[in-house]
């Protein structure tokens, strides 16, 4: 039986992490294995676990390509029902289609949460082809930090820089689309 894909989309500060422990408790509560893992260009809050805004944690893998799973020695990919996949704009598309494609079909169950957009509101191209392939899909709305209404864009505070620049408070915001401008 083939795995399923869930994927959990929005701006920075929505609660996509968040989101993504609340899936692991459960499952954890289910008595299911659970791999977790996270690109190696996430280390704003340490290598080791995935953190939300909010300082909530749990331990992870780190990896620069999904594809080192196959061939970690403390991993097998195999023993667990669900991998969930945290920040996943950060991996090559190819690679985390693959990676996926191959799991779902070994009947592993697959969640990730990443980033729809950057800042400039340019889609995410791995984001965008795992919520086409997605079986359960949910666009996360963050709270506009002008306004207080939903947001569904990420604003870039200084507009400097490449197009991906890992950061957190004081370099992004959750803004609307009224408070938010490509940057």
Request: overall charge negative; charged content about 25%.
């Amino acid at each position: 039986m083939r795995g399923t894909l869930k994927v959990y989309t929005g701006p920075m500060y929505a609660g996509k992490t968040t989101k993504v422990l609340q899936d692991v408790l459960w499952l954890n509560h289910q008595k299911k294995k659970v791999l977790i893992v996270k690109p190696a260009i996430d280390n704003r809050y340490g290598d080791a676990s995935i953190v939300t805004h909010n300082q909530l944690s749990y331990p992870c893998v780190t990896v620069s390509s999904l594809a080192q799973i196959w061939n970690m020695s403390n991993v097998s990919y195999k023993e667990y029902d669900t991998i969930c996949i945290d920040e996943a704009q950060f991996i090559d598309d190819t690679d985390a289609m693959t990676f996926v494609e191959h799991v779902l079909s070994e009947g592993i169950n697959v969640i990730a949460s990443g980033l729809d957009q950057d800042s400039r509101g340019v889609p995410f191209e791995t984001t965008s082809k795992l919520m086409a392939l997605a079986d359960d899909l949910e666009k996360i709305k963050g709270i506009c930090g002008v306004c207080g209404k939903e947001a569904t864009k990420t604003y870039r505070i200084n507009a400097t820089g490449d197009r991906i620049q890992v950061g957190s408070e004081g370099m992004y915001d959750s803004r609307c689309l009224e408070h938010w401008e490509s940057r």
